[in-house]
């Protein structure tokens, strides 16, 4: 019998094999056209070496009754993920260290005689809080004299965005956003400032780069005409692997740095909303939370501490590279610190706008934290209160929500700025909006301070 | 001393780019060419990275060669440290 059965939009292109989910879990179809490819990898082991090194996600060769595994060589059940996160999401530091492990499984696989077809960065996740290689189908037996094929997507997808976030400015990684196939060469040359020109990395494999692309862009040439030496092939890896690991970006300046320094908590309200936070989540004990705001993380780490997979949001560069560095210290695995705009969250892009998904498509989590954010959305953004409900209710199934009245100084704060035509915000008529999609399960008032913390699950 | 002769070496390489780039003005990149759609930038990037390899394969060769010598002389020190101690 066939089943319900959709192919994911992402994979389409790949002529080795496509993506397809079926009741819920995620498969890879193998075409018999990369047959001889994927019975290297799996012989050679480059499978086993990758895998115990934890660079490539495990799978397991399956039978399943479908119409997309029909006619194919195999049907791998990889292992599952929960969260798919893309580079535009990631902080300077992730996709640093995303890169690093492309060049680091092209330098594995080349000892075992394949190499990279692809080196895009939608192939890397976060799993448990390593990148790991998701593409089973990306290598190719490697040819004597055949130059890297996916140099230029290397190039596009990861150095050119962290030359651009390490020297012009951290928020160009969001070109990523426009660009699906990374970062155009050519409008990475023209947006690094003049100084990269005597870096060498970046002299050769972005501004010379870029101009050898305008050179020959109309001109066709046979790519079997081109060949590499094997050393001058491993040279071409070490040499990105030197420019990658040359950049680098340090916090500063950013708006939520210290954010942590510049509450209006005094140590006994912050110890009583933390108390709170927990006990609420070991009551609710959910599989995956989801912390919208979350600065460093301070509440994710209580999240993740209850055993949840916590994706820990932010829209300032600077506390999500905090947040991902503090956990890659702690060695905390179950926190994903991601880079998202609430009021302009990540879009379906791509083909038919479904080849990487959106935010809201992503969820629903099961408990969202909204601590410290209905006043940034609803006076810094003038979002309506039932607006703000609507959203919470379509992306969890329990809310933990702190109210923030206008007499709390960082509310006098945003309003010292701008005119109060904020009539309506106050906590009567936050209860009244989200009740119409959420049921108020409890209401505490934080000690020491004027706010209010909420638990409701969706109606 | 190295990237004095890369740089030359493609400036030379690329000297007619550069001077049609020049005639081109501010306007002369891939993307701000007319016919956009026909244009395929990979051609210039496997032929770039034919020339680009060729370059880093010599500073490849003298990475991995000083790090050899580093680990002889280090081994060397090494063990003339540990006879000392046994002395």
Same mark, same amino acid.
């Given at each position: 019998?066939?089943?319900?059965?959709? @192919?994911?939009?992402?994979?389409?292109?790949?002529?080795?094999?496509? =993506?397809?989910?079926?009741?819920?879990?995620?498969?890879?179809?193998?075409?018999?056209?990369?047959?001889?490819?994927?019975?290297?990898?799996?012989?050679?082991?480059?499978?086993?070496?990758?895998?115990?090194?934890?660079?490539?996600?495990?799978?397991?060769?399956?039978?399943?009754? #479908?119409?997309?595994?029909?006619?194919?060589?195999?049907?791998?059940?990889?292992?599952?993920?929960?969260?798919?996160?893309?580079?535009?999401?990631? #902080?300077?530091?992730?996709?640093?260290?995303?890169?690093?492990?492309?060049?680091? +499984?092209? $330098? =594995?696989?080349?000892?075992?005689?394949?190499? !990279?077809?692809?080196?895009?960065?939608?192939?890397?996740?976060?799993?448990?809080?390593?990148?790991?290689?998701?593409? *089973?189908?990306?290598?190719?037996?490697?040819?004597?004299?055949?130059?890297?094929?996916?140099?230029?997507?290397?190039?596009?997808?990861?150095?050119?965005?962290? =030359?651009?976030?390490?020297?012009?400015?951290? %928020?160009?990684?969001?070109?990523?956003?426009?660009?699906?196939?990374?970062? &155009?060469?050519?409008?990475?040359?023209?947006?690094?400032?003049?100084?990269?020109?005597?870096?060498?990395?970046?002299?050769?494999?972005?501004? !010379?780069?870029?101009?050898?692309?305008? $050179?020959?862009?109309?001109?066709?040439?046979?790519?079997?005409?081109?060949?590499?030496?094997?050393?001058?092939?491993?040279?071409?890896?070490?040499?990105?692997?030197?420019? @990658?690991?040359? !950049?680098?970006?340090?916090?500063? /300046? *950013?708006?939520?740095?210290?954010?942590?320094?510049?509450?209006?908590? #005094?140590?006994?309200?912050?110890? %009583?909303?933390?108390?709170?936070?927990?006990?609420?989540?070991?009551?609710?004990?959910?599989?995956? @939370?989801?912390?919208?705001?979350?600065?460093?993380?301070?509440?994710?780490?209580?999240?993740?501490?209850?055993?949840?997979?916590?994706?820990?949001?932010?829209?300032?560069?600077?506390?999500?590279?905090?947040?991902?560095?503090?956990?890659?210290?702690?060695?905390?695995?179950?926190?994903?610190? !991601?880079?998202?705009?609430?009021?302009?969250?990540?879009?379906?892009?791509?083909?038919?706008?479904?080849?990487?998904?959106?935010?809201?498509?992503?969820? &629903?989590?099961?408990? =969202?934290?909204?601590?410290?954010?209905?006043?940034?959305?609803? +006076?810094?953004?003038?979002?309506?209160?039932?607006?703000?409900?609507?959203?919470?209710?379509?992306?969890?199934?329990?809310?933990?929500?702190?109210?923030?009245?206008?007499?709390?100084?960082?509310?006098?704060?945003?309003?010292?700025?701008?005119?109060?035509?904020?009539?309506?915000?106050?906590?009567?008529?936050?209860?009244?909006?989200?009740?119409?999609?959420?049921?108020?399960?409890?209401?505490?008032?934080?000690?020491?301070?004027?706010?209010?913390?909420?638990?409701? *699950?969706?109606? | 001393?190295?990237?004095?002769?890369?740089?030359?070496?493609?400036?030379?390489?690329?000297?007619?780019?550069?001077?049609? /780039?020049?005639?081109?003005?501010?306007?002369?990149?891939?993307?701000?060419?007319?016919?956009?759609?026909?244009?395929?930038?990979?051609?210039?990037?496997?032929?770039?990275?034919?020339?680009?390899?060729?370059?880093?394969?010599?500073?490849?060769?003298?990475?991995?060669?000083?790090?050899?010598?580093?680990?002889?002389?280090?081994?060397?020190?090494?063990?003339? *440290?540990?006879?000392?101690?046994?002395?």
């Amino acid at each position: 019998m066939t089943k319900l059965n959709n @192919v994911i939009a992402s994979s389409f292109r790949d002529p080795s094999g496509s =993506v397809f989910s079926l009741d819920g879990c995620v498969y890879r179809r193998v075409n018999d056209a990369y047959k001889q490819n994927y019975d290297h990898l799996m012989e050679s082991g480059l499978y086993r070496s990758l895998v115990d090194a934890g660079l490539l996600i495990d799978h397991e060769e399956v039978q399943v009754d #479908c119409v997309h595994a029909q006619q194919a060589y195999k049907v791998l059940r990889p292992r599952q993920l929960s969260f798919i996160s893309y580079p535009y999401e990631w #902080c300077f530091s992730q996709l640093k260290i995303a890169a690093m492990t492309s060049l680091k +499984i092209q $330098k =594995v696989a080349i000892d075992f005689g394949m190499s !990279l077809k692809d080196a895009s960065a939608y192939n890397i996740q976060f799993v448990r809080g390593r990148p790991v290689l998701i593409d *089973t189908l990306s290598f190719e037996k490697y040819r004597q004299g055949q130059p890297w094929v996916a140099y230029r997507q290397f190039c596009q997808h990861f150095l050119a965005p962290l =030359v651009l976030m390490s020297y012009t400015d951290i %928020h160009l990684n969001q070109l990523l956003r426009i660009y699906i196939d990374g970062v &155009p060469l050519d409008l990475a040359s023209r947006l690094a400032p003049f100084r990269t020109w005597f870096k060498f990395g970046v002299l050769a494999h972005i501004h !010379l780069h870029a101009k050898s692309q305008q $050179k020959f862009a109309d001109k066709g040439t046979k790519a079997a005409s081109h060949r590499i030496s094997r050393l001058a092939f491993a040279g071409l890896t070490n040499s990105l692997e030197t420019a @990658v690991k040359k !950049l680098s970006w340090k916090p500063k /300046g *950013t708006e939520w740095g210290q954010y942590y320094d510049q509450t209006n908590y #005094c140590p006994a309200a912050m110890e %009583h909303k933390r108390q709170l936070v927990a006990e609420l989540l070991e009551k609710i004990r959910p599989a995956v @939370v989801w912390d919208l705001g979350a600065n460093t993380g301070l509440f994710s780490s209580i999240a993740a501490e209850k055993g949840a997979q916590t994706i820990s949001f932010d829209i300032d560069p600077a506390a999500v590279e905090k947040n991902y560095l503090q956990c890659t210290k702690r060695g905390e695995n179950s926190i994903l610190p !991601l880079l998202l705009d609430l009021t302009n969250p990540s879009p379906g892009i791509g083909w038919q706008n479904a080849e990487r998904m959106s935010f809201m498509a992503r969820g &629903p989590a099961d408990t =969202v934290l909204a601590l410290a954010l209905i006043h940034h959305l609803a +006076i810094s953004n003038n979002l309506p209160f039932d607006r703000i409900a609507d959203f919470f209710a379509r992306i969890c199934d329990s809310l933990i929500i702190e109210f923030v009245p206008k007499s709390d100084s960082q509310v006098q704060r945003l309003l010292s700025t701008r005119e109060d035509i904020f009539a309506n915000y106050d906590q009567q008529a936050f209860e009244k909006a989200f009740c119409s999609y959420f049921a108020v399960k409890s209401r505490t008032k934080i000690r020491g301070s004027a706010r209010t913390l909420y638990f409701m *699950t969706r109606k | 001393m190295r990237i004095i002769v890369i740089v030359v070496a493609v400036v030379l390489a690329f000297a007619g780019e550069l001077y049609a /780039g020049m005639a081109y003005g501010a306007n002369g990149s891939v993307n701000a060419t007319g016919a956009l759609a026909y244009i395929d930038p990979g051609v210039g990037s496997m032929i770039f990275q034919v020339l680009i390899a060729g370059v880093v394969a010599s500073g490849f060769v003298i990475k991995i060669f000083w790090a050899r010598i580093r680990s002889f002389f280090s081994r060397l020190f090494a063990r003339g *440290t540990k006879q000392e101690s046994e002395q």
